[in-house]
């Protein structure tokens, strides 16, 4: 059984080679450490690394497919507890081909082999002040063929905005200061030339 599910695998790693090309990724893998090729590395769009100023928070994650959406499993965890399964959706992304016949013949079509466009995304439960990190694990199933991938984002939780009050106001107070500024020279300058006129 398990060199059928090795000869599996290299026919799928083949057919993908010849559907996508020749390209260097870091790929999902099998737990024999191979390369699953069938599936791009996940990626979460959001959050990012950064600090945010609200605790509530929609995480959004995305990859390619060329295995139908009934194969996949993604599963995130927020500072490693629980882990909460993502709704996906797929679309299929469409990738135009012109196919040269050696009579000269061209004839324009879509690929047979088109991977899907998976996204998912879920609100998160509200997140406390401080550092957290989100992890996304993808499971992949095919033919008794599991393959696993992880994407992990690290990001701050920072929504004491008193602190940014201060600076927003003198922002604001400075603009009218200046605008003030301007105008009492203008008029002063005005008044100054209505005078050298009389």
Known sequence: MKRSASKITLILELLALLVAGVQTVKAPYTSDGRAFVLASPISITSPSNITYNSNLLTLNVTFKLLLSL????????VDGKDNVTIPLTATRDLIEATVTYENGTTVTTNATFVPYIVTGGVVLPELSEGQHRITVHAKYNINNIIALDESTVYFTIGTNSEQD?????LTIFG?????IILLTIKLVYVRKEKNEKQ
Do not use: M
Not at 165 to 169: D, H
Not at 175 to 179: A, D, E, K, T
């Open 165 to 169: 009050i201060p600076e927003k106001n």
């Open 175 to 179: 603009f009218l200061s200046l605008g």
């Open 70 to 77: 009934s194969c996949a499993h993604v599963i995130y965890s």
